[in-house]
């Protein structure tokens, strides 16, 4: 009888410790940065000052630049773009599934081109703010 108290106890406190959403998966921004290389005059429409109300949209254009612009004006000899597309589409599916609902992905105010076009390594610096907004506001 001693033995099952102490092995709910220890399973009550695993459960208990255990209980965090895991949401955000490693993202490889960082081998973006090094190893993709774009022609200087290349730019991208990167997602700047976000609203909470515009991050659906701001996630999906930025899974469109990766799969459009990025991959055709691109370098990518070790397959990061398709890695990196993968995981923002994994994000992008995670807050659909989230009970706080998202703003539709048609909101005239959050389109892409309205966002100022960047450098390659602009554009990856904005989209890791995005990637630390999604998860401050989700989480």
Partial sequence: MENFIKIAFWIAFVSGCL???PFMR???IPNLKTDVKCPSNS???????VKEECIATALDCVVREL???VKLECEDPKDYIDSEVDHW???LDELKRNPVSISPLSSSEC?????????????????????????STYR
């Fill in 19 to 21: 209980q965090a959403k």
């Fill in 26 to 28: 490693n993202s490889d």
């Fill in 43 to 49: 730019t991208f429409y990167a997602p700047t000052n």
């Fill in 67 to 69: 799969k459009g612009t």
């Fill in 89 to 91: 589409n994994y994000i």
């Fill in 111 to 135: 389109a892409c081109e309205k966002w100022p076009e960047t450098p390659f390594n602009e554009f990856l610096e904005k989209m890791e703010s995005l990637l630390q907004l999604v998860a």
